[in-house]
T-cell receptor, first 116, second 111 residues
Framework: GAGVSQSPSNKVTEKGKDVELRCDPISGHTALYWYRQSLGQGLEFLIYFQGNSAPDKSGLPSDRFSAERTGGSVSTLTIQRTQQEDSAVYLC??????????????FGSGTQLSVL | GNSVTQMEGPVTLSEEAFLTINCTYTATGYPSLFWYVQYPGEGLQLLLKATKADDKGSNKGFEATYRKETTSFHLEKGSVQVSDSAVYFCASKGSNYQLIWGAGTKLIIKP
């Protein structure tokens, strides 16, 4: 597609349920990032994909969080047994290669997750 | 480690006022520097960037100059508009994939 697409745009769930967030990056972009943005806060790095592999998962807050990417394209971020502190906007971004110093990131509009 | 520090918000200005949002960085080597903007209800988008010392990035009337001697990349605009109300993020990027982000500065422009 023309831009990074994220779905759903809004998700309301009950505490303890699992949720799956989807990111469809720009076609041809090998690098994919997940960030979390809590209300009034900056961007918290979660995970980085280069192709289908994730060389850096260091930002995932706990083992309840996991992510995968298939076919070098779509990525899903899964949060198991959601907690209220997981409520945030989850942002996905992609870039052409990842390693270039001056490379621009393209962001999706995010998924607003609310855990009741 | 590398870091980016930007001025806390919110910054509230009247229309046509002069804007400065300060950003300083620490880094090994010579990173590229970016300003991203997040308009209400929209995704983050690149506003401008500079890739080496003394470069000036500019877009939509905004400017920022890469100052190696002061490790700064302050965002400026001569005359702000209500439509500039948004959250602005400063970021740096070295030779690996990782962007280092500032905390964001909310800008509110009153008519």
């Amino acid at each position: 597609g023309a831009g990074v697409s994220q779905s759903p745009s809004n998700k309301v769930t009950e505490k303890g349920k699992d949720v799956e967030l989807r990111c469809d990056p720009i076609s041809g972009h090998t690098a994919l990032y997940w960030y979390r943005q809590s209300l009034g806060q900056g961007l918290e790095f979660l995970i980085y994909f280069q192709g289908n592999s994730a060389p850096d998962k260091s930002g995932l807050p706990s083992d309840r969080f996991s992510a995968e990417r298939t076919g070098g394209s779509v990525s899903t971020l899964t949060i198991q047994r959601t907690q209220q502190e997981d409520s945030a906007v989850y942002l996905c971004a992609s870039s052409l290669a990842g390693g270039a110093t001056n490379e621009k990131l393209f962001f999706g509009s995010g998924t607003q997750l609310s855990v009741l | 480690g590398n870091s980016v520090t930007q001025m806390e918000g919110p910054v509230t200005l009247s229309e046509e006022a002069f804007l400065t949002i300060n950003c300083t960085y620490t880094a090994t080597g010579y990173p590229s520097l970016f300003w991203y903007v997040q308009y209400p209800g929209e995704g983050l988008q690149l506003l401008l960037k500079a890739t080496k010392a003394d470069d000036k990035g500019s877009n939509k009337g905004f400017e920022a100059t890469y100052r190696k001697e002061t490790t700064s990349f302050h965002l400026e605009k001569g005359s702000v508009q209500v439509s500039d109300s948004a959250v602005y993020f400063c970021a740096s990027k070295g030779s690996n994939y990782q962007l280092i982000w500032g905390a964001g500065t909310k800008l509110i422009i009153k008519p």
